[in-house]
């Protein structure tokens, strides 16, 4: 009797299966490669889980027909704010998993993981990092009746009506949240907390005077402290912002601490894209992002084009989960 080569299974079933099982493969791999090719066949959604206005609205409104000029398909800004982040969020992490519906994220998604007892979603899990696109900073601003003129001098005045005076965030578990409460244990200040449903409200309220003070994104800011509505009393970075460069940084007026403190933007698929489709948006996002004009759009609101790969972006992500895990501890933070 001959021996069987080692290769070759003795069953005819055996066989059968081992032929099935490589067409399968290679069908999907050629699908794959298809669908890759083809991306994207429909329209695209750009979800926005913030209010206009917001950093991660302005990306998306400069960059949407940047890509459906390249795509040949529509792409569509969702704004879906509501819950620091959450409603949008879930609306992507339960998208079908086809690049068709996208997250315009921002770093809040690395906070509300340790604020809200139960999320219908969980961040690594169930989206895909493509790429950071760009970071901004922040800047602590305070309503013209306020009467202080630098940090030092708001400290004082904040500290002589301890819990008189509130600050404003878009919401709990938003990076504005957060910072303040950093602020606050840094400095040992009490400060009431009003949280609103969006960036617009708190900003409005902040002008008329409702509340007090307010850290938002420097580029949220600016138009505001540019017309004299609002008195920005210091940004994050180790340096002054080109645009208001009467504005000393949080560093210059000794909190170390904010100087590493920025707000990033991302862009992030449901869990379960296909790679190559992962892979064609991180480079047509990322060659948009590079655009001469659409750095000079985001450069002149405070916004900065700084890239990070799929890799990158997951590792940042980790690490901003834990440092706010830190601080939401620390200050006590829960919310249902």
């Not at 990076?175 to 409005?204: F, R």
Request: net charge positive; proline share 8%.
């Amino acid at each position: 009797m001959k021996n069987h080569p080692t290769w070759i299974p003795k069953s005819p079933l055996l066989l059968l299966g081992v032929i099935t099982s490589v067409i399968t493969m290679f069908s999907s791999v050629v699908h794959a490669q298809s669908d890759a090719q083809n991306y994207p066949s429909r329209p695209v959604t750009l979800v926005v889980p913030f209010t206009s206005g917001s950093g991660s609205d302005t990306i998306a409104r400069i960059i949407s027909p940047k890509l459906a000029e390249r795509w040949k398909q529509a792409v569509i800004v969702d704004n879906k704010p509501g819950a620091s982040g959450n409603l949008g969020t879930d609306k992507v992490a339960k998208s079908p998993p086809d690049g068709l519906t996208l997250l315009m994220a921002i770093d809040t998604i690395t906070m509300t993981p340790s604020i809200y007892k139960s999320l219908p979603y969980d961040p690594m899990r169930d989206l895909a990092p493509i790429a950071r696109l760009a970071v901004a900073s922040y800047g602590l601003a305070i309503n013209n009746d306020v009467p202080a003129k630098d940090l030092n001098s708001l400290f004082t005045l904040i500290k002589s009506k301890p819990g008189k005076m509130n600050y404003a965030s878009p919401g709990s578990g938003t990076p504005h949240h957060l910072s303040m409460e950093l602020l606050k244990s840094i400095k040992g200040l009490d400060l009431v907390h009003v949280p609103y449903k969006g960036l617009s409200g708190a900003q409005t309220d902040l002008i008329g005077g409702q509340v007090q003070v307010m850290i938002a994104t420097f580029n949220s800011l600016l138009p505001f402290a540019k017309s004299g509505k609002v008195k920005m009393l210091a940004v994050t970075g180790s340096k002054r912002s080109e645009l208001l460069p009467e504005i000393p940084t949080f560093l210059e007026q000794g909190i170390p601490e904010f100087e590493n403190l920025f707000p990033w933007y991302g862009v992030l698929a449901p869990a379960g894209t296909p790679k190559e489709i992962q892979n064609k948006l991180y480079k047509d996002f990322t060659e948009v992002m590079e655009l001469d004009d659409v750095k000079k759009q985001l450069k002149d609101q405070g916004i900065f084009v700084n890239i990070l790969n799929a890799e990158q972006l997951s590792t940042l992500m980790k690490n901003d989960m834990q440092r706010w895990k830190n601080v939401v501890t620390q200050a006590h933070i829960t919310q249902d």
